[in-house]
């Protein structure tokens, strides 16, 4: 006991009281309590108080008479955290909002609500929220704020021989570079076709226009067959994407340079957005996270004066109640839910690694989902009323032109009604930017994960060269984006989409969530977040993150793979080798999760058993801070 004492009263170290329970604890430098000897960084934190009429001073003040402190010998680590932070608390949730909110809750809740029941399709919606995505978000968001790292080294703290799913989640983050950012791409493609008095979209007499154009608006008399072809559909078909110069994958043809300029542009807006770290991501946020929400209310206003929104709307909500016995409706609720969410990317861990300690992740966890949901929801009314509008003028029931999916409801049908609205020009404008701000959200988020995720795994290197590091980065998904801008180009983006991240990621969340709850344990998790928060979850969370998150992703997992329809795109079916090339890219994500834990048996010294042991538990319980000093200091 002699040495301790000599040890504290020669050592220049920070001596620093407990507060009284009573006090928050933000005004405190966070510090953790280890027993001595084998179990160090492997016991479980335990927090520590002192009676309120206890002096301050050091910690080897403190007498026997403190019941709140062990007897034994602990060693105080004492840690200054120097990891970036976010400037306001509105940076982080703008941050966590723009990601969750994006282009598909304007393309493909609308469509997967009203083809499952309308109204009806509510019901599974939002019972998969409760049950499945928001307990996932709320995990994520916890994790990424207890542990202070990104999605490869938190794996350390939590199972090691798990961290093959970080890398998995940033190969799976580059495939959604490749194609997502050729998207918005498009969406500016538009927007600068859209600076005119007659938006190009409106007649049949361009370049680009064939026999089959079609134009109705504004005639009588129209006839429109199987062949016909609206000149919404033929600028994005013909104009923008070029399509018909390419007879399918085996022949993509040249990149497109007006699209490659509207790229390089988009990256370049990336890039000067990221560079500097959330400081100055958390201050575009506020533009292109807030953006979307004025446009969307202008576009819900006017869509709702157009004759015939009615139909739409009534389309959009009448139930069906007779879908809720179908397997798939419940199918695509639990898919559009975790994709809209976005648990699994890494993108939540990165966010939430960049907040206080004891930032309440619980309330931001709700909140988020909420605004995401409602988004989602109110996004039909705004597409509805201009499908409503478009059965009214073409004399067809809104079933007939509410057929397209995905990028054709954006680049076809949408701006076809707009092209016909008067004031056409400003409703185009601002509806391609309104598409260009969420999709740059999500790439912020998308990109953010990688990097911290990389950073945080190799420091040494990194910690003083991020702009190289995100140039470097920003430059590979540009490259890689390339055969995304040919002619054919937009059949990549279909096969990217749909084997480079779908079946992927929902199979890397779901190694996630039993990694998480059977193998670090439900109740150290739990306590981590009572560490933080100052309460444990309830039994509801419990309960979700050991089972029924677990078993809602193995259904949709279980689900997508009995049932797979043919691929295909316009009117080009993709043949049986492209789906080989896509379910090999798939696995070139997720494969580095069994190489990982391969590796990682077979490198770690000692009996299977040991191996298991050290290979399953984690090297340290206590968040991972990133620290400008680190003092250790025996208290007797």
């Known amino acids: 006991m002699l040495f301790p004492l000599l040890l504290n009263l020669s050592s220049p170290v920070i001596r620093k009281s407990f507060p009284p329970p009573n006090h928050h604890p933000r005004q405190f430098l966070q510090t953790h309590f280890y027993q001595r000897g084998d179990s160090l960084f492997n016991s479980e934190p335990t927090m520590s108080h002192q009676d309120s009429s206890a002096p301050t001073g050091s910690l080897t003040a403190q007498g026997p008479s403190n019941s709140g402190y062990n007897t034994n010998p602990v060693t105080v680590i004492t840690q200054t955290d120097s990891r970036d932070k976010w400037s306001k608390k509105m940076d982080f949730l703008l941050s966590v909002i723009g990601f969750a909110v994006d282009l598909g809750n304007v393309w493909r809740f609308p469509y997967i609500c009203y083809q499952n029941g309308g109204g009806a399709f509510l019901i599974p919606y939002v019972l998969m929220a409760i049950f499945g995505g928001v307990p996932l978000f709320y995990m994520e968001l916890a994790l990424g704020q207890f542990h202070r790292t990104g999605a490869i080294s938190i794996w350390k703290h939590i199972c090691p021989i798990f961290k093959g799913i970080g890398f998995a989640i940033c190969i799976i983050a580059l495939y959604v570079s490749f194609y997502y950012n050729t998207i918005i791409a498009w969406a500016l493609f538009y927007f600068y076709s859209s600076f005119t008095s007659t938006l190009p979209w409106t007649n049949c007499d361009n370049p680009w226009n064939t026999a089959n154009c079609t134009n109705y608006f504004g005639k009588n008399n129209v006839t429109w067959t199987n062949f016909s072809k609206s000149p919404a559909e033929e600028f994005y078909t013909r104009n923008v994407l070029e399509i018909h110069k390419s007879s399918g994958l085996r022949n993509v043809g040249g990149i497109r340079w007006q699209l490659m300029l509207c790229l390089f542009l988009i990256f370049t807006i990336v890039y000067f957005s990221l560079w500097k770290g959330v400081k100055t991501s958390g201050k575009v946020v506020w533009v292109t996270a807030t953006l979307p929400y004025v446009v969307l209310f202008i576009l819900l206003i006017r869509g709702a004066t157009l004759p015939g929104a009615w139909r739409g709307v009534s389309f959009y909500l009448k139930p069906k109640w007779e879908k809720l016995l179908e397997t798939s409706v419940w199918v695509d609720a639990a898919a559009q839910i975790f994709f809209s969410l976005g648990p699994g990317f890494g993108v939540l861990l990165a966010l939430a690694s960049y907040n206080p300690f004891t930032n309440n992740c619980y309330r931001d966890a709700i909140v988020t989902s909420l605004v995401n949901c409602l988004t989602s929801f109110v996004s039909g009314f705004v597409i509805f009323t ?79 060269r991020r702009e190289l590091f995100v140039l470097g980065l920003v430059s590979v998904c540009f490259l890689g984006s390339l055969s995304t801008l040919t002619n054919g180009g937009a059949y990549v983006v279909k096969l990217l989409e749909e084997f480079g991240v779908s079946c992927s990621i929902i199979a890397v969340g779901f190694l996630e969530a039993i990694a998480v709850s059977w193998f670090y344990g439900i109740q150290r998790f739990t306590n981590d977040i009572k560490s933080m928060l100052g309460y444990t979850p309830g039994m509801f969370w419990k309960v979700c993150w050991v089972a029924i998150s677990p078993a809602f992703l193995a259904y949709i997992i279980v689900s997508s793979l009995l049932n797979q329809p043919p691929l295909t795109l ?67």
């Open 386 to 464: 201009v499908l409503g509008y478009m059965a009214e003028k073409r004399n067809v029931e809104v079933e007939d032109v509410a057929k397209d999916k995905g990028p054709s409801l954006l680049f076809i049908t949408y701006p076809e009604a707009i092209a016909n609205m008067v004031g056409s020009t400003f409703f185009a404008i601002i509806f391609f930017v309104m598409m260009i701000t969420l999709g740059l959200d999500s790439t912020f988020g998308g990109l953010e994960a990688i990097i911290t995720a990389v950073m945080d795994e190799y420091p040494e290197y990194l910690s003083q």
């Open 570 to 636: 316009f009117d080009y079916e993709y043949p049986e080798w492209s789906i080989i090339v896509g379910y090999i890219i798939g696995a070139s994500s997720f494969m580095w999760i069994p190489i990982y834990m391969v590796y990682k048996l077979v490198w770690t010294p000692g009996s299977l058993k040991q191996r298991l042991a050290v290979c399953l538990r984690p090297e340290r319980t206590m968040p991972d801070l990133q620290t400008d000093s680190l003092s250790m200091t025996p208290v007797p």
